[in-house]
């Protein structure tokens, strides 16, 4: 019996480690993080840039969030999509394309930013409150689009 009892829980411990290994390499750090800098080049001034980044691999969450971050979109912010005041990208972060913007943004795998382009200069902030809603569409949904009405009211 005791065996047993022991067979189970190192059996649960395998997949706790195996669970936060897998989030842990699908999520980039929790670290909040907004940077300004000054554009190089032109651009517009009122701009906000809804940037997902993902790897080439992708788990089951990843695509939940891609998925929830698009639908907010697509439902929420038809109008600033069609007239540019917000612009959506999903970027693989390993595709050497996308190397500069990844660096700009600093992603480093599943990552949701948020620039705000004002004057010039590129606001960017990464979201990461978001990862811990996954299991929770109603307030996923709500963290994403109160992120992206706080930059389009800028």
């Keep these: 019996m005791i065996l047993f009892t022991r067979n189970k829980f190192f059996g649960f411990l395998a997949v706790l480690i195996l669970s936060c290994s897998i989030l842990y390499a699908?999520?980039?750090?929790?670290q909040s993080m907004t940077r300004t800098m000054t554009?190089?080049?032109?651009g517009a001034n009122g701009v906000v840039e809804v940037v997902?980044?993902?790897r080439t691999q992708r788990c089951s969450s990843c695509l939940r969030a891609e998925d929830g971050i698009r639908r907010t979109i697509e439902t929420y912010f038809k109008d600033e999509l069609a007239s540019g005041k917000l612009v959506f990208k999903v970027l693989n972060v390993q595709d050497e394309a996308?190397?500069?913007i990844v660096e700009k943004y600093g992603a480093a795998g599943s990552s949701l930013f948020v620039n705000e382009i004002k004057d010039g200069s590129d606001n960017i902030e990464e979201v990461t409150d978001i990862w811990f809603l996954l299991n929770n569409d109603k307030?996923?949904?709500?963290a994403?689009?109160?992120e992206i009405e706080e930059h389009l009211r800028g």
């Design 26 to 30: 699908c999520n980039s750090p929790a």
């Design 144 to 146: 994403v689009r109160s």
């Design 139 to 142: 307030a996923f949904i709500k």
């Design 52 to 54: 997902y980044f993902h």
């Design 39 to 42: 554009r190089s080049s032109g």
């Design 98 to 100: 996308n190397a500069a």
